[in-house]
């Protein structure tokens, strides 16, 4: 399989994290989402994304070039054809709530501050400083304040319980951007603690973005 | 089951679509996003959803109160506990791309314009005219753009082929928001003509926004 991804995007972070912990070896393809404009603009990539976004997941199967775009339905997709480990617990209810967890930051959080987000967001405070930081300091922390609560039931070692969960796939991207834009971690305990024990797991540490083949040198850990 | 939404909310609107299309009879509790600067900031609601956000799905099982938040979660739980009819393809990488429509508009699209960012896109921008709508519209034609390019291939009637999948829950809300915004729809055939289709069917004319216990008067078709 083929990973078209860049180094800092969570979303194609998600996925490296969920082909890890599935066992698939991948081909890292790195798509520069800031060179030139933006790779991901360029007619190539955007045959096979026209959302111009990565993560794309592309494969061989009977013949054809098969490829998926969007980190939820990639992850869901791992899961359906590689059950094992499983990602989504078998109650119907506690598998929801799951599903929830990963979606506050999915849907809530992280389209928020994407890259194409932030740079719109400078443009239209004409050159404000910070302002493209502040905006996305302002979401993080809205979004991590109701994500602490609606976890804090949940988690056990883990987001939901003790074993790793699709939310947990979403969680560590989710905490390296608070970071970044600094936000501050203390109102968020319960996050904190289960970002920095997935950060142990080989699944987690080999995708993580400070060590990517398309992590500039400056910024590799 | 009870469900806390709001009439134009497009979250709302898809799980309305959904539990009507299941067959569900639901009690719809009206949440003003608007009035005193939005119910969903009250204590009462946020302990119902830390996001703050519609819509939030509530019932009663087994003496205890259930409750879930985020549409694609709330979809999926019904779809699982509601096998029939089915909105996901049984054909595992037909049904990634079915999730993968749908997350364009839950995630790439409906984030950027909904009415919390578009009320600090207006304060960024300095009270600049149209500067919220500008911004929604932009973000809008982009993701439908995008999306128009995606579902081309895979659909029939609908998105996906000629049954009702989940990708149509989204389709429905999002268009009509595109409508509000004034983007021109020319450039995406494929949408409208299947968003023409499905707001034919009855669980979809019975969820429109049009038509809701909480709908303005001036508002209603």
């Known amino acids: 399989?083929?990973?078209?991804?860049?180094?800092?995007?969570?979303?194609?972070?998600?996925?490296?994290?969920?082909?890890?912990?599935?066992?698939?070896?991948?081909?890292?393809?790195?798509?520069?989402?800031?060179?030139?404009?933006?790779?991901?603009?360029?007619?190539?990539?955007?045959?096979?994304?026209?959302?111009?976004?990565?993560p794309v997941l592309e494969w061989e199967e009977g013949g054809q070039t098969k490829r998926l775009a969007q980190s939820m339905a990639i992850i869901e997709y791992l899961d359906d054809t590689i059950p094992n480990p499983p990602i989504l617990p078998k109650d119907a209810f506690l598998r929801a709530q799951t599903r929830m967890v990963a979606e506050i930051v999915n849907s809530g959080i992280q389209?928020?501050?994407?890259?194409?987000?932030?740079?719109?967001?400078?443009?239209?405070?004409?050159?404000?400083?910070?302002?493209?930081?502040?905006?996305?300091?302002?979401?993080?922390?809205?979004?991590?304040?109701?994500?602490?609560t609606s976890v804090k039931?949940?988690?056990?070692?883990?987001?939901?319980?003790?074993?790793?969960?699709l939310p947990d796939f979403y969680l560590v991207p989710q905490m390296y951007s608070a970071r970044r834009f600094k936000v501050d971690l203390a109102p968020f305990p319960t996050l904190a603690r289960i970002d920095a024990a997935l950060c142990e797991l080989p699944a987690f540490k080999l995708a993580h973005a400070d060590n990517q083949p398309d992590t500039p040198p400056a910024e590799k850990k």
Request: aromatic fraction near 10%; charge should be positive.
């Open 111 to 148: 389209p928020l501050q994407n890259a194409a987000v932030l740079k719109k967001v400078k443009e239209l405070s004409g050159g404000v400083e910070h302002s493209d930081a502040n905006w996305a300091r302002e979401w993080l922390e809205r979004g991590l304040r109701g994500m602490e």
């Open 153 to 165: 039931p949940l988690a056990g070692k883990y987001c939901i319980g003790d074993a790793v969960t």
């Open 1 to 54: 399989m083929k990973l078209y991804g860049y180094w800092r995007s969570s979303s194609s972070w998600r996925v490296r994290i969920a082909l890890n912990h599935k066992g698939v070896k991948y081909e890292y393809v790195a798509v520069n989402l800031i060179k030139d404009g933006g790779e991901q603009y360029k007619a190539d990539y955007q045959s096979k994304n026209p959302m111009s976004q990565v």
